[in-house]
C-alpha cells in the first residue's frame, strides 16, 4: 500500500534511524524507467528544534555538494508542510553489517581478504574525494565523516561501493535517543578524547571497519561503553591475527598502522591508506579480487534474502567460494 507524501509515493518502509524513517520512493508521474529515491522523512519532534533543524539543514547542504562515484548522491533537502525530507539515490544495495551477518548464516568465518580489501578501498576513495572537497570558492570544505560504521557502506548488487551519512550522521540524535546509540564501537581515540578531528579520525575508523570484516569482530572487548572507550584510548587492541590467523603479515602491519592510537602514527590520509591496500591487492591476486567477483560474492550471501529470491551466482564461483571454505584452518569452519 502506497502513500502520498507531497510530490512523492512512498512505495515501501526501508528503515528507521535516529533522525527519522526512510521509504522508497518515486514520483506519480515519473517515467516508469526512472529510478526510485531513498526518502527520509525526518522526526518532526527533531525539526521543532530551531538548532536541530539548522545543523540538519547545513549537513544536507555539505552532502548535497560532494560528488564522487563511491559516494552516494544526497539529491534534495525538501518540506512538505512542517515536514523535512531529504532524498538521496535509490539503492539495490546491502551494507556491511548485513554482510557479516549474511556471511555467518552461510557459515563463513570471516569474509575473504580481497574482498573486504576491495570494499575498503572504494570507502577511502570516497573519504579522500570528502576531505579534500572545496566549496564554489576554492576553500577547503574542512569536510570529515566523523560517524562511519557498517550500516554507513553501502554495497550494490551489482558490486558497487557507495559511502553515504557525509554531514547528517554526525548530527547528535534526538534527545532520549543515547549520545553512543551503536556508534560507541566505531569511535577514534581523539573522538572519545573529544578533540579536534581531521581525515586520520575517520582513518582509525576505516582500520575498524576492515579489522571487523577480516576478523568477524572487533579488537576490543564489549562488556561495557567504558570499557570500549578504555580500550580504544589506551591501545588496548587485540592483534588481528587472533582471530584470523590467515591473515598475511602485510596486511596484519596495514590493519596495525591505521589502528595506531596516536593519529600522527596513521596513514596521514584515506588516500594514503588506500594507496597501501591496492599495493597489497596487486601482490595478493585471489579469486575475490575483482569486482565481477565481489557482485558474485554478494549474490552468493544475499540471493536467497531479497524479494524476490534472486539468481544464485555462477556455480564456477560457488566451486571457488568452497574451495576458500575449505582451505581455511579446520578450527574456525
Known amino acids: ?9 512512498l512505495e515501501r518502509k526501508l528503515e528507521v534511524d535516529h533522525h527519522g524513517v526512510r521509504y522508497q ?21 527533531s ?11 547545513r549537513g544536507a547542504r555539505i552532502a548535497m555538494d560532494l560528488r564522487h562515484e563511491n559516494i552516494r548522491r544526497v539529491l534534495e533537502l525538501g518540506q512538505v508542510d512542517d515536514a ?5 539515490e ?15 548464516r552461510k557459515g563463513l568465518p570471516w569474509l575473504p581478504s580481497a574482498f573486504a580489501v576491495g570494499i575498503i578501498i572504494d570507502v577511502c576513495r570516497a573519504l579522500h574525494a570528502a576531505h579534500t572537497f572545496r566549496d564554489e570558492r576554492g576553500q577547503p570544505g574542512g569536510v570529515t565523516h566523523d ?21 547528517i550522521e554526525r548530527i547528535p540524535p534526538p534527545p532520549g535517543a543515547g549520545v553512543l546509540q551503536g556508534k560507541r564501537l566505531y ?10 578531528l581531521d581525515a586520520r579520525s575517520d582513518v582509525y575508523v576505516v582500520g575498524l571497519l576492515l579489522y571487523r570484516m577480516l576478523c568477524a569482530t572487533l579488537p576490543f572487548g564489549m562488556e561495557s561503553d567504558f570499557s570500549i572507550l578504555r580500550d580504544i584510548v589506551e591501545g588496548r587492541l587485540t592483534p588481528a591475527e587472533t582471530f584470523n590467523p590467515t591473515l598475511d603479515p602485510p596486511l596484519r602491519e596495514i590493519l596495525r598502522r591505521a589502528l595506531s592510537t596516536d593519529r600522527d602514527a596513521r596513514h596521514e590520509s584515506a588516500e594514503a591508506l588506500a594507496r597501501e591496500l591496492s599495493d597489497w591487492r596487486e601482490q595478493h591476486v585471489s579469486p575475490f579480487s575483482s569486482g565481477e567477483a565481489r557482485r558474485h560474492l554478494v549474490g552468493a550471501l544475499l540471493h536467497d534474502r531479497t524479494s524476490p529470491p534472486r539468481p544464485p551466482p555462477p556455480a564456477a564461483f560457488i566451486t571457488e567460494l568452497t574451495a576458500w571454505r575449505a582451505s581455511l584452518p ?4
Open 330 to 333: 579446520r578450527a574456525s569452519r
Open 25 to 45: 520512493a518515486r514520483g506519480p508521474t515519473w517515467p516508469r524507467d526512472a529510478p526510485d529515491v531513498s526518502l527520509l522523512w525526518v522526526f518532526e519532534t
Open 1 to 9: 500500500m502506497t502513500t502520498r507524501f507531497g510530490p512523492f509515493v
Open 47 to 57: 525539526t521543532r528544534d530551531p538548532a536541530f533543524l539548522e545543523d540538519f539543514r
Open 147 to 167: 560517524a562511519l560504521s557498517p550500516g554507513s557502506a553501502r554495497v550494490t548488487f551489482t558490486g558497487d561501493v557507495k559511502l553515504e551519512g557525509f554531514g
Open 187 to 196: 569511535l577514534s581515540p581523539e573522538q572519545c578524547h573529544g578533540r579536534p
Open 84 to 88: 523535512w525530507y531529504l532524498t538521496s
Open 90 to 104: 535509490g539503492l539495490d544495495a546491502t551494507d556491511l553489517h548485513q554482510l557479516e551477518h549474511a556471511a555467518r
